[in-house]
């Protein structure tokens, strides 16, 4: 089953962290660029970080200001995105996709294979 399923989510302080993971199953994950994108209640899709396939370049949207860092094990078929210095503004379900195409989409048609999302709630 081809699929992607997002862990790590939770409630934090400003200020803190947290580290998502995404298990992907049922495709060549090592072939395919990967992206994690957010939406907040009441807001678009931003994409947050994409990442080539082979780990070794990545790109971030402005707003992520040096506080993530996108990572992936292709041995273990995982993606991560670690999160510091997490602001209010920060809090959206978060999900990983897979673009058709390296772009770092705003929209769903961007992608053809999402997870279910965690939510990421930042509040004191």
């Known amino acids: 089953q081809v699929q992607l399923v997002e862990s790590g989510g939770g409630l934090v302080q400003p200020g803190g962290s947290l580290t998502l993971s995404c298990t992907a199953s049922?495709?060549?994950?090592?072939?395919?660029?990967m992206t994690w994108v957010r939406q907040a209640p009441g807001k678009g899709l931003e994409a947050v970080a994409e990442?080539?396939?082979?780990?070794?370049?990545?790109w971030y949207n402005a707003f992520v200001d040096r506080r993530f860092a996108i990572y992936r094990d292709n041995a273990n078929n995982t993606l991560y995105l670690q999160m510091n210095s997490l602001r209010t503004e920060d809090t959206a379900v978060y999900y990983c996709?897979?673009?058709?195409?390296?772009?770092?989409?705003?929209?769903?048609?961007?992608?053809?294979?999402r997870g279910q999302g965690t939510q990421v709630t930042v509040s004191s």
């Open positions: 996709a897979r673009p058709t195409a390296p772009g770092n989409g705003n929209h769903w048609s961007d992608y053809d294979l």
């Open positions: 049922g495709f060549d994950f090592s072939n395919y660029p």
């Open positions: 990442i080539n396939k082979y780990g070794s370049s990545a």
